[in-house]
Nanobody, 117 residues
Framework: QVELVESGGGLVQPGGSLKLSCTAS????????MDWYRQSPGKVRELVAQ???????NYADSVKGRFTISGDNAENTVYLQMNSLIPEDTAVYYC???????????WGQGTQVTVSS
């Protein structure tokens, strides 16, 4: 069992920045990867960014060049730095423990990000 605590969401104007944090109750290097997903009302939850335990990263096309995922293994924390935010980025953002393959991972409780003027 892994518990995830997310923070950093909020209301920001278009063009602004936010940094999300996700702290795990166990060492994140034990996992295949850590992911950030997001879900808007009426839409399917989508993968935003991933960071593997060896440091590789992967991003959705819609956020490339604007979002950066990083990890602090000593703090068991993953971050999502979001810059140049647009209204379409409005969603609940979820942290996810990726165990690899078909294994079911773990989800955080989600943090709301709203981009609006």
């Amino acid at each position: 069992q892994v518990e995830l605590v997310e923070s950093g969401g909020g209301l920001v104007q278009p063009g602004g920045s936010l940094k999300l944090s996700c702290t795990a109750s166990r060492s994140i290097v034990d996992f295949y990867a850590m992911d950030w997903y997001r879900q808007s009302p009426g839409k399917v939850r989508e993968l935003v960014a991933q960071i593997g335990n060896s440091g590789w990263t992967n991003y959705a096309d819609s956020v490339k060049g604007r979002f950066t995922i990083s990890g602090d293994n000593a703090e068991n924390t993953v971050y999502l730095q979001m810059n140049s935010l647009i209204p379409e980025d409005t969603a609940v953002y979820y942290c996810h423990v990726n165990l690899g393959g078909l294994r079911v991972g773990y989800w955080g409780q989600g943090t709301q990000v709203t981009v609006s003027s």
